[in-house]
């Protein structure tokens, strides 16, 4: 089993949709969880952290649940500019131990 | 958040030559990390570099063909070897902050010719 999972889509949405993500990890000790976005040609950037309680930033809502080691992201009012690939991204230990990423996923939205 | 230069952004090379890509950190870090990203794929970790000792690399990587210099707290270079087709790719640095979130360098587009 892989230790990041996510569907690749692409997801096509239009303007103003809803749309989630899933993701899922293996290592049950992992501590910290993170979604990052990478737009075509550019290094991945932080969108936000994941904690257990559940955290929104504006239109974006992030959650995880740990008895299923699984996250997930919502994106509310879907811009064009939200046009990205969305990484699941776990950190197993400390903050100096390296990320372990998924494979992304693909999100169109179209006007 | 940590602001990191790596260098060169983009370089187009022959086969069997060598490339060097730096980062600088804009602060003093513990570890620094050097992935790889294929085209269409996420990134996997090639070697943690540590400040004062040699880096520590993932399966699949060695010292040979990716050396790694950490010369001070807020520096590394990664080496790539003796260059093939198979090496085109991009490399990123990342150095985590104390919060342990990880920004990473803009990236280094590599093409093997």
């Known amino acids: 089993r892989k230790e990041v999972e996510q569907d690749p889509g692409p997801f096509n949405v239009p303007e103003g949709a809803t749309v989630a993500f899933n993701c899922t990890y293996s290592n049950s000790a992992s501590q910290s969880f993170f979604w990052y976005r990478q737009d075509c040609r550019k290094e991945p950037k932080l969108l936000m952290s994941v904690y257990s309680s559940g955290n929104e930033d504006g239109r974006f809502t992030a959650q995880l649940n740990r008895a299923s080691q699984y996250i997930s992201l919502l994106i509310r009012d879907s811009k064009l500019s939200d046009s990205a690939t969305y990484l699941c991204v776990i950190l197993g230990g400390s903050g100096n131990t390296p990320l372990v990423f998924g494979k992304g996923t693909r999100l169109s939205v179209i006007a | 958040s940590a602001v990191i230069s790596q260098k060169p952004s983009r370089d187009i090379c022959q086969r069997g030559t060598s490339l060097t890509i730096q980062c600088q950190v804009d602060s003093q870090v513990t570890m620094m990390f050097w992935y790889r990203q294929q085209p269409g794929q996420s990134l996997t970790l090639i070697a943690t570099?540590?400040?004062?000792?040699?880096?520590?690399?993932e399966s699949g990587f060695v010292i040979d063909k990716f050396p790694i210099s950490r010369p001070n707290l807020t520096f590394s270079t990664l080496t790539v070897s003796n260059m093939s087709p198979e090496d085109s790719s991009i490399y990123l640095c990342?150095?985590?902050?104390?919060?342990?979130?990880?920004?990473f360098g803009a990236g280094t587009r590599l093409s093997v010719l």
């Open positions: 570099a540590n400040q004062g000792s040699e880096a520590t690399y």
């Open positions: 990342s150095a985590p902050t104390e919060t342990g979130i990880q920004y």
